[in-house]
């Protein structure tokens, strides 16, 4: 009795699906593989630019965090030209990744409400955010994982009325 019991109670362990709790980093998306440091180089609103990129699992791997520094500076000011502070982590009701993106360009990234999402299948992630301090604009950052290389790029599309422009190409390559 106790072993139909247990194997009862086992078949039920497995027949339950990943829940919401289920950390994402244990649910085998491309992001275990952005997992340390890059060095980010490319293209930015018309600029080269090389920042450096360092990507963590947090909060016992239910988020990823990664911090994004430039290396060059302001003149004025001496220090980063650019910061940023990125959590990513899941979404159940959406069954997508979602993205908060913190920098130093404004400081309303607590209070706009912009989210980013994307769907968490392959090697490409297209994120979309939509909306803004002004409402209007839609954001593609598009990050494409190169498995034989293990390297990353990202394209930032810049959409407003309808008519998208590039923003933003580079590379992630392994520090």
Known sequence: MKTALSLTALVLLFAVPASADQPLGQRGTVLDHFVGE???TGT????KTTHDVTAEWILEQHYLRFHELARETDPATGKPAYEAIVILGWDEPTASLACLWLDTTGGGGLTNGIIGRADPGGDTLAWIFT???DGGGVIHNTWTYDR????????????RGGQRSNFAQVTLRRR
């Not at 930015?44 to 600029?47: L, M, V, Y």
Request: proline letters at 0%; aromatic letters at 14%.
């Open 44 to 47: 930015i609103a018309g600029q």
């Open 131 to 133: 909306g803004g301090e």
């Open 38 to 40: 890059w060095v980010m």
């Open 148 to 159: 034989a290389a293990n390297a990353w790029s990202w394209t930032i599309d810049i959409e």
